[in-house]
């Protein structure tokens, strides 16, 4: 199997894995400098650096890299540890460097007016791939939106029923009304993507999160929505607010040590219960 075809596979079909590549060999190893070994998120493998003890570890390092999505060097001295005997003639040492494999992270865009434009150009800059939906051909069209992947202009129900969003994924609902709003969360919170957000104030979401207790919906399906959407930078217009959505995006896709402010509405209530 190639190992570079396989990564090109995976990225288009959404999903993760880490890279181990030999890249420093001083001595004699069970291997050769530049040996490659691709884990996918599933724990299967492709490729090789040369089995044992030293590729075990490996293995479970690269599944840690594909969690916290961060690059680790790993350093083995086959000489002292006999932990690492092949039982072949090798007293070198190796580094191993093993490198995350991520999908591009697509964002879905429901609604196509003035925000919609600002946030397609702004997450197209920070390396998303745009797909926009609306049910307005003159709002969701190429003239518009020219380098987004993909155009719906049709009823939302009948789009994402072709829509396949994947745990890479990132959604922001700016539709037109609150129905529609409505319409689409309903169906964001039973995908599996990494990031939901929708604009509206505090007091929109507490009454859409209290109707849906009403329809019987789990609240804790609404935990990991991002309403108002946007890191609080002050920003008013179209093009300011886009920049705060695309920040927030950013600091989910690069998993930030710095705690966003999420779901203000539950922290005042402190987390009761929807609708309480």
């Given amino acids: 199997m190639d190992i570079y075809q396989e990564i090109v596979r995976l990225r288009q079909e959404g999903r993760k894995a ?15 400098e530049t040996a490659k070994m691709l884990v996918r998120d599933d724990g299967t493998i492709a490729g090789t650096i040369g089995g044992g003890c030293v590729e075990a570890e490996v293995w479970q390092a690269a599944k ?32 191993v460097f093993i490198e995350p494999v991520l999908p591009v992270s697509q964002l879905y865009i429901f609604g ?18 745009v797909s926009v939906i609306d049910d307005r051909d ?22 994402m029923a072709q829509l396949a969003p994947t745990e890479s994924s990132f ?6 009304g609150h129905a529609d709003d409505m319409r689409v969360l309903r169906w964001a ?26 329809e ?31 920040a927030e995006m950013i600091a989910v896709r690069r998993n930030s040590a710095t705690p966003l402010p999420h779901l203000a509405w539950t922290k005042k209530k402190q987390n009761k219960p929807v609708g309480s």
């Fill in 18 to 32: 880490a890279l181990a590549t030999i890249i420093n060999v001083r001595g004699s190893i069970p291997s050769f």
């Fill in 64 to 95: 840690e890299v594909i969690r916290t999505e961060k690059p680790q060097t790993m350093t083995f001295n086959l000489n002292n540890d006999p932990k690492y005997d092949t039982g072949l003639v090798c007293g070198g040492t190796l580094e």
């Fill in 112 to 129: 196509a007016g003035h925000v919609s434009v600002n946030l397609y150009k702004v997450a197209r800059l920070a390396g998303f791939d």
């Fill in 138 to 159: 003159t709002y969701a069209n190429r003239e518009r939106f020219p380098e987004a992947k993909d155009v719906y202009a049709d009823e939302y129900e009948r789009v």
């Fill in 171 to 176: 959604m922001v609902i700016v539709t037109r």
């Fill in 189 to 214: 919170i039973e995908t599996p993507c990494r990031y939901i957000g929708m604009i509206g104030s505090e007091r929109k979401f507490i009454k859409i999160a209290q109707e849906f207790a009403k």
């Fill in 216 to 246: 019987g919906i789990d609240p804790k399906k609404l935990e990991r929505v991002y309403s108002p959407v946007g890191l609080d930078i002050g920003a008013i217009t179209p093009e300011e607010i886009a920049v705060a959505v695309v």
